[in-house]
């Protein structure tokens, strides 16, 4: 391996860890546009399969079940969900070394603390993901928008960069980290919450009482973020909207995937950020603590699978 910036004759190296809607369409993305890829995945993969705008094409990327199977690497990687980052300990043992960058591919705005003592926190770099991706079965993705991660600068970007070979996983950096990563959060305040409460996809925000519901959501997590550093203002909150309006209209969100798979959710590392952040900054969020409420007590509820048909996530 050679360190950034050098010349090299050989490729350089990725694994993706996790086999979930983002891990397969970035290892297959990073496959297809730069070889040299590998997939860690738990679960079975028949095979990675990708479904977008053209159609649906198999991709050849490898994956491997055990971490003895996998070498050091240049680049891993990290898809799961983040309450799963610590299940990922024997990947990343098997697979980081020196010069090995980590790039954590999830939601959230505390990335880093969540490799603490597993990875040195100058080969971490967070990501934000503006993807939009459904797990259709094992190893099978429906790609519905998006292609960018946002990052860090610095030289750890570099080498992620390099790692894309022809950029069709297109990493940008941005100089301003804490407000992208907060400004990304105001969506999944908005997107995961009310769609896996309610069991619907984005269309969800048509009606009008859901989005003004939602308004109020997203005006209190700009109020939070602005108290938390982040450059965050009124037209954050148009562009949730926009967003959510323009992209297809069976698009959902991952923590209704969960809901529907009967995985568990994610909301203590999104909503209860939220509320966590704006408690220790005396701002007030009525209506991001009821969501919480509600999400923690969906996770306890005896009856979601006899009236919904939606299985019961798992306890803990
Ligand atoms: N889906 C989306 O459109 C978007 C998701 N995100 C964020 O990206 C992150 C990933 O989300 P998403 O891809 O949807 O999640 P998924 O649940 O679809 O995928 C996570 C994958 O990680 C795997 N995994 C968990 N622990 C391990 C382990 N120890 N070793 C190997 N594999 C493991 C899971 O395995 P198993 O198959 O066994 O469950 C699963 O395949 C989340 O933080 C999410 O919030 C961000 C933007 C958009
Ligand atoms: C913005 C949104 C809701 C789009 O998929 C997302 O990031 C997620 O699904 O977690």
Known sequence: MTSGGEPREQPMTSAVIGAGSLGCLVAGWLHEGAGSTVLCARSEVPEVRITDRAGTRTVAVPVVYDPGEVGVVDVVWLTTKAYDTAGAADWLRALVAEETVVVVVQNGVDHADRLAGLVPANQVLPAVAYIAAERVEPGHVRHDAGRRLLVPPGRTAARAVAATGDGRLDVRTSEDFRTEAWRKLLRNAAGNPICALTLARLRVFADPSVRAMARSVLEEVVAVGR????????????????MFDGLPPDTGSSMLYDRLAGRRLEHEELTGVVVATADAHGVEVPVNRTLLALLRGLRSGEDSTEETGVNRSEPG
């Open 227 to 242: 108290a938390a550093g982040a450059d965050l203002g009124p037209d954050d909150v148009e562009a949730v909207f926009a």
